[in-house]
């Protein structure tokens, strides 16, 4: 039971919540003050105006974060970041380790799968760092590259330019033409 609180003709300004120590045993007391609530005619509803933490500003926690990024470390934890300054762990990136890693299959890009002749996978995974590994980030193997596409783009791209460069120089030769008709 709580007694009349708040400043819709309340007599406190504070309420106190206690734990039963033997339910909760790590819980101590929680004083909520009302002192800082203001009553305006909102359709019969309050308006609370809180501060965060205490007095000195101790204890105020954090906004609710968007997550902005995500970043790998060298031991293959994978970080998000979010807006108000926090980061958590979501995982970890776990690595396989075969008897005879040349006996791998390759099933295309960089994907490849185990054989009798690499040896088995137990399908946990083991972590980078145990064998004084490290993950590089932001770098890009050849084995992810399709080099016959990334040439083709760039011989089209080689073309376009061509192309847009020959136009800029028949536009500049009938500039010429109209300037000398003019004369």
Do not use: W
Not at 41 to 48: A, C, F, I, L
């Amino acid at each position: 039971s709580f007694k009349n609180v708040g400043t819709a003709g309340g007599t406190e300004s504070t309420l106190t919540l206690h734990f039963d120590t033997g339910t909760f045993p790590s819980f101590t007391d929680i004083t909520i003050d009302f002192s800082k609530c203001s009553n305006l005619n909102n359709n019969g509803s309050s308006t609370v105006s809180p501060i965060r933490g205490d007095a000195k500003g101790n204890g105020a926690g954090r906004k609710v974060g968007e997550m902005s990024g995500i970043e790998i470390q060298k031991d293959g934890m994978i970080y998000a970041n979010y807006d108000n300054g926090c980061s958590r762990l979501l995982g970890q990136i776990a690595v396989a380790t075969f008897a005879n890693a040349s006996g791998l299959a390759k099933e295309g890009d960089n994907l490849y799968s185990a054989t009798q002749n690499s040896g088995d996978f137990d399908g946990i995974g083991t972590d980078i760092t145990t064998g004084g590994g490290y993950m590089n980030t932001g770098v890009l193997e050849m084995s992810n590259v399709d080099l016959s596409s990334e040439f083709t783009e760039m011989i089209t791209t080689q073309r376009g330019f061509q192309a847009n460069s020959r136009i800029i120089t028949v536009s500049d030769t009938l500039l010429e033409e109209l300037t000398n008709l003019k004369r």
